[in-house]
Each structure stands twice: as structure tokens, then as C-alpha cells.
């Protein structure tokens, strides 16, 4: 488990999959993720595995405050650039208020305490404020791409943000 000073972040098991489809499922917080938009609670807790024994982390982020599930994140380590990849979403009333910056803090401080040379994350060249918050917190764009959703359904322009540690 991952704490900040509001949040904590554990790893997503079944038994959150409501609280995942309420995230995932949104139209509006779904719109640039990878994940294709969900239907139904039964498509989301399918996606998530029994157990985590690779090396990637799929976590929770849960609301001190409340206990409640306010989003999602995860890593995606690059073992040939010795790099981590970073995603985050969040349930729209969570926007705004300073969560991802603590998320991408606590990233930043479990990277260097593994020695990890950079953090990436993509970002959708419309999401803005995702944008914003990723070079307040120190990452610089390095270069655009495209992203395509996991079922093809769409595909839209990216700039991949670094940060070197």
C-alpha cells in the first residue's frame, strides 16, 4: 500500500469492480483512457486478475476522508529503459482538487527508491488539464504518438510527457 497525505493506493482486486465500472464506465472519464468504455460491473471485474504476480501495479486510489474509491492508476515498467509508464484516472467530482499531483508524487518518490532513470505518462493532446498537471509536476513533453483504445473502438493524438530522475 501507497499512502499520501489524503489518499491511499492498493492494489485493485474483484471485490472493487463496482466501484471500477462507476470509473471506467463513465463516458467522460473513459474517453482517452486505453480501456474500452465497460458496459456492466461483469465486464470490468473480468479484466481484473485473480491476483497480481508481474511486474505491472493496477491500483486503487481511495480517499482517506471517506474511504471511498475515487480512481484508478497504475505502473508499467519499461525494463529495456529501466523506465516506468504512469496512468491515473479519477471520478469527475475528484478533479481539480489536487489528487493526481499526489498520486504522481508518490510515483516519483517509489521510482527513485528503486532506482528508476524516468517516469512516462501519455496523455491525449485535448485532455488539457492532464497535461497541465503533469508539467506542474515536473514532466517535459518528449514526443507525440497515437494511442488506440484496447478494443480499436477509437484512436486520438498523444504526447508523451517524461520525467528524468
Known amino acids: 500500500m501507497i499512502e499520501t497525505e489524503r489518499l491511499c493506493l492498493r492494489i485493485i482486486t474483484k471485490e472493487d469492480a463496482q466501484d471500477i465500472f462507476e470509473i471506467w464506465g463513465n463516458p467522460i472519464v473513459n474517453k482517452y483512457l486505453w480501456e474500452p468504455l465497460y458496459n456492466n460491473v461483469d465486464e470490468v471485474r473480468d479484466v481484473i486478475p485473480d491476483n497480481y504476480s508481474g511486474p505491472n501495479l493496477a491500483l486503487v486510489i481511495i480517499h482517506k476522508g471517506n474511504g471511498k474509491i475515487i480512481g484508478s492508476c497504475g505502473i508499467v515498467p519499461d525494463d529495456s529503459e529501466n523506465e516506468w509508464e504512469l496512468g ?67 484512436s486520438y493524438k498523444t504526447r508523451i510527457y517524461r520525467l528524468i530522475l
Not at 94 to 119: C, D, M, P, Q
Open 88 to 154: 491515473y484516472c479519477l471520478r469527475p467530482e475528484y478533479w481539480g482538487h489536487g489528487y493526481v499531483s499526489e498520486v504522481l508524487n508518490a510515483f516519483i518518490v517509489l521510482a527513485r527508491k528503486n532506482s528508476v532513470n524516468a517516469l512516462f505518462a501519455e496523455v491525449a493532446v485535448e485532455n488539457t488539464k492532464s497535461i497541465r498537471t503533469l508539467e506542474q509536476n515536473g514532466f517535459e513533453y518528449h514526443e507525440d504518438s497515437i494511442l488506440t483504445k484496447a478494443d480499436g473502438s477509437a
